[in-house]
């Protein structure tokens, strides 16, 4: 059953010329993972800057569990927090002093505070690097104590800005781990990325945006599916005085596509046949009647994929 909690119906915010996000809409589901993937300079953080009501769009709605997020953002902005993409490091400033100044700005005082940072710090697993130097952390810690500065009084809907960028393989499995965390505790997250492998695994759908546009939104199931209908390509090596006619010959034929002689005379061709065995029997006839010395398959990963939808966009 459909419950979004977060409703974005025409969004337009224009930098003078240039058309930052360009009239989206979309709506996120109450406990989803989504990944909001973009090359640098798509809009990505324009749009979560205006979905954490940060900032004012020049036109169009954000609603926010029934509550118009741009006529009333005091209403809303206890419950969203945000993950921006950069730190300032205070120098002299320890990890417990940065995670209390914003739980003061939140509003909490006494106990209740004194609780609600060790919570974060322990959720984000941190607690024992509370007298540490914030400036004297490394970029993994550093991520977690912005993810624990986000998670000060319990927002339900998250927004993160390129959490996973810079992050070395075992910190973005920690990292992974902590959305699954949250995740499990019903959260609703919008995390950005420009790269989509990146996110691919710990969402739920993906939006995938292009100069201030939504350019396609669907789960990492249907983008695979998207590429089985693409085809696979395949990198065929025939003899060199062959290649003219290899290449001819998979022009004539109905189940191969944008067969193409590559620098290395090598030709690349994408094969449209149902299954391995009709491919396997094509290129049996194809051997039969040129002097071929190799074939290998490739399938196109989830980036290629979003580069070609980005493609086909233009
Ligand atoms: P990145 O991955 O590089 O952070 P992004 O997808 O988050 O990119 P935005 O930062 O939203 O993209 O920028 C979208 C466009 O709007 C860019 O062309 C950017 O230069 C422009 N832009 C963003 N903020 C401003 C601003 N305050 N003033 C002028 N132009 C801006």
Same mark, same amino acid.
């Given at each position: 059953?459909?419950?979004?909690?977060?409703?974005?119906?025409?969004?337009? /915010?224009?930098? $003078?010329?240039?058309? =930052?996000?360009?009239?989206?809409?979309?709506?996120? *589901?109450?406990?989803?993972?989504?990944?909001?993937? $973009?090359?640098?300079? =798509?809009?990505?953080?324009?749009?979560?800057?205006?979905?954490?009501?940060?900032?004012?769009?020049?036109?169009?709605?954000?609603?926010?569990? $029934?509550?118009?997020?741009? *006529?009333?953002?005091?209403?809303?902005?206890?419950?969203?927090?945000?993950?921006?993409?950069?730190?300032?490091?205070?120098?002299?400033?320890?990890?417990?002093?940065?995670?209390?100044?914003?739980?003061?700005?939140?509003?909490?005082?006494?106990?209740?505070?004194?609780?609600?940072?060790?919570?974060?710090?322990?959720?984000?697993?941190?607690?024992?690097?509370?007298?540490?130097?914030?400036?004297? %952390?490394?970029?993994?810690?550093?991520?977690?104590?912005?993810?624990?500065?986000? @998670?000060?009084?319990?927002?339900?809907?998250?927004?993160?800005?390129?959490?996973? =960028?810079?992050?070395?393989?075992?910190? /973005?499995?920690?990292?992974?781990?902590?959305?699954?965390? %949250?995740? *499990?505790?019903?959260?609703?997250?919008?995390?950005?990325?420009?790269?989509?492998?990146?996110?691919?695994?710990?969402?739920?759908?993906?939006?995938?945006?292009?100069?201030?546009?939504?350019?396609? /939104?669907?789960?990492?199931?249907? %983008?695979?599916?998207?590429?089985?209908?693409?085809?696979i390509t395949y990198t065929i090596r025939?003899?060199?005085?062959?290649?003219? $006619?290899?290449?001819?010959?998979?022009?004539?034929?109905?189940?191969?596509?944008?067969?193409?002689?590559?620098?290395?005379?090598?030709?690349? =061709?994408?094969?449209? %046949?149902?299954?391995?065995?009709?491919?396997?029997?094509?290129?049996?006839? @194809?051997?039969? *009647?040129?002097?071929?010395?190799?074939?290998?398959?490739?399938?196109?990963?989830?980036?290629?994929?979003?580069?070609?939808?980005?493609?086909?966009?233009?």
């Amino acid at each position: 059953m459909s419950d979004p909690i977060l409703k974005v119906k025409g969004l337009v /915010r224009h930098f $003078g010329q240039v058309k =930052a996000v360009d009239g989206i809409s979309f709506e996120l *589901e109450r406990g989803q993972v989504v990944g909001f993937i $973009g090359a640098n300079g =798509a809009g990505k953080t324009t749009t979560m800057r205006l979905l954490t009501t940060l900032d004012l769009p020049d036109s169009g709605e954000v609603e926010y569990d $029934g509550i118009d997020a741009t *006529e009333y953002p005091e209403k809303v902005k206890s419950r969203i927090g945000w993950m921006p993409d950069g730190f300032d490091p205070v120098d002299g400033t320890t990890v417990q002093d940065y995670v209390d100044f914003f739980a003061r700005a939140y509003g909490l005082t006494g106990q209740q505070r004194v609780e609600e940072v060790a919570r974060v710090l322990e959720f984000c697993g941190i607690t024992e690097l509370k007298n540490r130097y914030i400036n004297k %952390l490394s970029k993994g810690q550093t991520q977690r104590l912005s993810l624990a500065r986000m @998670l000060i009084g319990n927002p339900d809907f998250l927004v993160m800005d390129e959490p996973a =960028a810079g992050l070395d393989p075992q910190a /973005r499995l920690e990292f992974k781990q902590l959305v699954r965390s %949250l995740r *499990e505790k019903g959260k609703t997250m919008l995390i950005s990325s420009h790269i989509l492998s990146e996110l691919a695994e710990m969402c739920d759908s993906l939006i995938l945006m292009s100069q201030g546009r939504i350019i396609h /939104r669907g789960t990492r199931e249907e %983008l695979e599916a998207l590429q089985q209908q693409e085809g696979i390509t395949y990198t065929i090596r025939p003899l060199t005085d062959c290649v003219q $006619g290899v290449h001819a010959w998979l022009q004539a034929q109905k189940g191969w596509k944008n067969a193409v002689i590559m620098p290395d005379n090598s030709i690349s =061709a994408v094969c449209l %046949l149902p299954d391995n065995a009709a491919v396997a029997r094509s290129i049996q006839e @194809l051997c039969r *009647e040129h002097l071929v010395l190799e074939v290998t398959r490739y399938r196109r990963n989830l980036e290629e994929t979003f580069v070609n939808i980005l493609h086909n966009q233009r």
